[in-house]
């Protein structure tokens, strides 16, 4: 009998890794542990397509439903993992059973933030990350409520445009302008009035601070004491790493330290995905990414991994996000920036913004001009092209970078 490697997590970073290790020719036992009732599945949809009811679930699973058995890949789900025992090379799940692994991969992925305020028990009020509960809150969607986003980062944004396109009278809620820690003013400007133009009441500085109603919700408090009636609340004000399952053992920072092979300070196991915070040499620190792309192509690096590919993962990041008519596409990752440079294009809404650090393009996103990823990835990290050069949108993006490293 050969190798058991262990995955826990049933996302997309879990099926990837299955399927990478079997893919590079490991013969040994792959056990997946998961929590949910759904094989892994696409979470993107779940704010759009899916919400506005134009796909259906059965859609947007990640691997064909034989794809498991064929791969000989024990996927094993409704399966939470409650600890992790070192000494005994093995975890506990929830049913009592042990699972002894050789290799352990660590792809739990995120769960949404609480609030933790009054009246968040009550029916009608939603977070956002699972298939099964998403189903209900769609049928109630499509019935017309009045409904209060909680939260203008991506989810919540997605959220409020898909809410619209469905008709429903839909406030957005938050302590900035849409999206704007991630995109900055200028952008995050651009979405404001696209989500005014789409009839959402943004409602900037609002902070809620209690749902009320008697069973289910009915209104939330503002802080300032003023209340908002409404039918159902969507909180989406981020994730954090699952990791209560790994007691101490493992490094964590802002989520499970990995270096760039996906392997953790204990030999043998490995984190990838939404859980993991991981070394990017091409970024010289560590950072854990929410990005589908990300939970795809790193849980297939550590699948490699795990199979003793030294090949080390360090990609540009990319993420994407689709609001009303607007597709954004980002590459790269700018926490902080001097400046961003804007190239917009004459009889269009569409652009790329730049985001620029001491001369550096650290990052780059586009709306509506998916046709320039290729070449704006390649001006990320790149330094000293001109603010000019950039913002001017008659002279082509490839121009700016050399013949020679254009191939
Ligand atoms: C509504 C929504 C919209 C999104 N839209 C976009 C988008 O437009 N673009 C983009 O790039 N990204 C988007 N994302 C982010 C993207 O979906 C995530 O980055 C991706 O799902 C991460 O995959 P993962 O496998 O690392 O983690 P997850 O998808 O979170 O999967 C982890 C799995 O592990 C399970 N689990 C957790 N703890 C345990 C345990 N102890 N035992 C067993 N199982 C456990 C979880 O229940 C889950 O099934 C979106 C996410 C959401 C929720």
Redesign the pocket.
């Known amino acids: 009998m050969g190798e058991t490697y262990v995955i826990?997590?049933?996302?997309?970073?879990?099926?990837?890794a299955a399927e990478s290790l079997r893919g590079d020719g490991f013969g040994g036992r792959i056990v997946v542990?998961?929590?949910?009732t759904e094989a892994?599945y696409?979470?993107?949809?779940?704010?759009?397509t899916l919400l506005r009811g134009e796909l259906e679930p059965a859609s947007v699973v990640l691997r064909a439903p034989d794809f498991y058995e064929k791969n000989q890949i024990e996927l094993l789900l409704k399966?939470?993992?409650?600890e992790l025992d070192l000494s005994k090379r093995s975890v506990r799940?929830?049913d009592g059973q042990d699972a002894r692994f050789d290799k352990l991969l660590i792809?739990?992925?995120?769960?949404?933030r609480r609030l933790g305020i009054p009246g968040e028990q009550l029916c009608g009020v939603h977070y956002?990350?699972?298939l099964d509960a998403h189903l209900a809150r769609r049928a109630k969607l499509l019935s017309h409520p009045r409904i209060l986003v909680v939260g203008t980062g991506?989810?919540g944004c997605?959220?409020a445009a898909s809410a619209r396109q469905v008709g429903c009278e839909v406030t957005l809620a938050g302590p900035s302008l849409p999206m704007e820690h991630a995109l900055g003013k200028e952008i995050a400007a651009l979405y404001a009035d696209r989500h005014i133009a789409n009839g959402v009441s943004l409602r900037v500085g609002l902070t809620v601070t209690e749902f009320r109603g008697s069973r289910a919700v009915e209104a939330v408090r503002d802080s300032d004491g003023s209340e908002l009636a409404c039918d159902i609340a969507v909180v989406?004000v981020g994730?954090a790493p699952?990791i209560?399952?790994l007691g101490s053992h493992v490094v964590v920072s802002d989520g499970v330290d990995t270096d760039e092979l996906c392997r953790t300070n204990v030999a043998g196991i490995f984190a990838?995905?939404?859980?993991?915070c991981s070394w990017r040499p091409r970024l010289k620190r560590r950072v854990r990414?929410?990005?589908?792309?990300?939970?795809?192509s790193?849980?297939a690096a550590a699948g490699r991994a795990m199979h003793g590919n030294t090949h080390r993962y360090d990609p540009i990041p990319?993420?994407?996000?689709?609001q009303y008519d607007v597709s954004l596409q980002y590459y790269g990752l700018a926490r902080d920036w001097d400046r961003v440079v804007l190239r917009r294009r004459v009889g269009d809404e569409s652009l790329i913004a730049f985001y620029l650090k001491d001369a550096c393009v650290e990052a780059a996103c586009t709306l509506n001009r998916s046709q320039d990823a290729n070449v704006v990835k390649r001006l990320i990290g790149r330094s000293g092209v001109s603010d000019a050069d950039l913002a001017d949108d008659a002279k082509s993006l490839k121009s700016l970078i050399p013949a020679s490293e254009y191939v």
């Open positions: 826990v997590g049933g996302g997309g970073a879990a099926a990837s542990l998961g929590d949910e892994p696409e979470r993107p949809p779940l704010s759009k399966t939470p993992v409650l799940c929830a792809a739990t992925g995120a769960s949404p956002l990350r699972t991506f989810i997605e959220v989406g994730v699952a209560g399952w990838a995905g939404d859980v993991a990414l929410e990005h589908f792309d990300n939970s795809e790193q849980g990319f993420f994407w996000s689709d």
